[in-house]
């Protein structure tokens, strides 16, 4: 089975300046996804940005970038000039290509804030 | 384009009562996902339905709780009876089906939120 691992509980930024999520996961396939996704206190879940594993370019959308680190199983998420609107839970996840079942397996969560 | 819709947003039940919750998906999604988040937890997959059939629901307490969605559009997700560590977030999700590339992503509905007195 597969897991995802955030051992960072909270995180702290500055406005402006830029923050590293960090995120590893354990699999045993060699094709998968994988995600962010940022809960604001609404609950509202909503997709930051995805990684198709068998792409070796790191995945970007405008401020959001990750790093990763197939062989290191390591997804990390990079928000540069971080705004007040992105104080949320941010959750990493893992989604398998084989078969049908298209469930996301998540970790726990890292709480980021952001101070003005 | 509507998001998912789910309601109630709050419910507060005492253990061994009945409760229900509904999700609506968007339009033309034909996966839809139930998930439970525990308080500082992430979500958890309780079932996925592909149309009307069940995909997985190996996580779903089957004694307690049920699902289904009938005509493959809305559905409901059923505790009966309850118990305190039900206590949870209620999360549904819907996409497009497999092999539908990028577009399989899936969207969240805002949840409900319930409290097991």
């Known amino acids: 089975a597969q897991t995802v691992t955030q051992s960072q509980p909270e995180m702290s930024v500055q406005e402006a300046e830029t923050v590293t999520l960090s995120c590893t996961y354990d699999?045993?396939?060699?094709?998968?996804?994988l995600f962010w996704y940022k809960q604001p206190p609404s609950r509202q879940m909503i997709l930051v940005i995805r990684?198709?594993?068998?792409?070796?370019q790191n995945a970007t959308e405008n401020r959001f970038s990750v790093n990763f680190q197939k062989a290191a199983k390591s997804f990390s998420l990079k928000i540069s000039d971080s705004q007040l609107g992105d104080a949320a839970m941010y959750f990493c996840?893992?989604?398998?290509?084989?078969?049908?079942?298209?469930?996301?397996?998540f970790g726990k969560g890292i709480t980021l804030s952001v101070r003005p | 384009e509507a998001g998912v819709a789910q309601s109630p947003r709050y419910k507060i039940i005492e253990k061994r009562q009945s409760v229900a919750f509904w999700c609506n998906p968007i339009?033309?999604?034909?996966?839809l996902y139930w998930y439970q988040q525990i308080l500082g937890q992430g979500p958890k997959l309780l079932i996925q339905f592909q149309n009307n059939g069940v995909v997985d629901d190996s996580q779903l307490p089957k004694d307690r709780f049920s699902a289904e969605r009938l005509k493959g559009v809305d559905s409901t997700l059923k505790i009966q009876p309850a118990k305190l560590e039900d206590s949870a977030v209620y999360l549904c999700?819907?996409?497009?089906?497999?092999?539908?590339?990028?577009?399989?992503?899936?969207?969240f509905g805002p949840g409900t939120r319930l409290t097991v007195l």
């Open positions: 990684q198709e594993a068998y792409k070796q």
């Open positions: 996840a893992y989604r398998s290509v084989a078969g049908a079942n298209s469930k996301l397996t």
């Open positions: 339009s033309g999604h034909a996966t």
């Open positions: 999700a819907s996409s497009l089906p497999r092999g539908a590339g990028k577009t399989d992503t899936q969207y």
């Open positions: 699999t045993s396939e060699s094709d998968y996804y």
